[in-house]
Nanobody
């Protein structure tokens, strides 16, 4: 069964940190890019960060640059999102996604480039 499962969400005060994890199974994980997206209530699902198969290429949304870091451990089939200096505007459901047909590049910033999605994990940042 092909799936990705997020964990690590929760409630944190503004200025705090969280680390999200995404465990993949049933995928050729070490050869595929992964991405993080988020969706706030009443809004569209937005790109947060992506990483290629080796971890050598990453992209970030402007709103999280310098605060969030995406990384991966191919031995554990897991991708991470380290979130620092959190703001109330970061409150959203965070989704992990895998792409089995896009290898790298700016297309990884688009939801349509991903074909495997997790159920999401809630991140709430209080002011």
């Amino acid at each position: 069964q092909v799936q990705v499962v997020e964990s690590g969400g929760g409630l944190v005060q503004a200025g705090g940190s969280l680390r999200l994890s995404c465990a993949a199974s049933g995928l050729p994980f070490s050869s595929g890019p992964m991405g993080w997206f988020r969706q706030a209530p009443g809004k569209e699902r937005d790109f947060v960060a992506s990483i290629n198969w080796s971890g050598g290429s990453t992209y970030y949304a402007d709103s999280v640059k310098g605060r969030f870091t995406i990384s991966r451990d191919n031995a554990k089939n897991t991708v991470y999102l380290q979130m620092n200096s959190l703001k109330p505007d970061d409150t959203a459901v965070y989704y992990c996604a895998a792409s089995r047909y896009i290898t790298d590049g700016l297309r990884l910033m688009q939801t349509k480039s991903y074909d495997v999605w997790g159920q999401g994990t809630q991140v709430t940042v209080s002011s």
